[in-house]
């Protein structure tokens, strides 16, 4: 007797309509990246996060928008790190690498 795998849950593919796994980033037919999946996505947007990094990042405004509260208050004391901590979080915001609090990218403008 064979090993029971139970079927991985599909979706189809935005531009070539093939089925593809659920949970796929990137076609494997067309290459065309698809969306993420919902529970990987966050409600927090790019914009906003940006702007609070911009105008008030020496505060760690944008680190108590996402939900990081810890490193926020240490960034509030340090006054950023002098303002490193917030030009490398505008980096990362702008390039689509800055997480929230629960690990996930935020990748929405607005």
């Known amino acids: ?3 029971y795998m139970p079927a991985r849950p599909t979706k189809f593919c935005l ?3 093939r089925v593809i796994d659920a949970e796929a980033v990137v076609c494997t037919s067309c290459g065309v990246m698809q969306p993420l ?10 914009l906003p996060a940006g702007l609070l990094c ?5 505060f760690g405004a944008h680190r108590f928008y996402v939900g990081k509260i810890g490193t926020g208050i240490l960034q509030l004391l340090t006054l950023g790190g002098l303002g490193i901590w917030m030009l490398v979080d505008l ?6 690498e800055f997480k929230d609090k629960e690990g996930n990218r935020i990748t929405e403008w607005t």
């Open 91 to 96: 980096i990362m915001l702008v390039s689509g």
């Open 37 to 46: 999946p919902r529970e990987l996505a966050t409600d927090k947007r790019i």
């Open 54 to 58: 911009f105008f008030l990042g020496v």
């Open 1 to 3: 007797m064979g090993t």
């Open 15 to 17: 531009a070539c309509n």
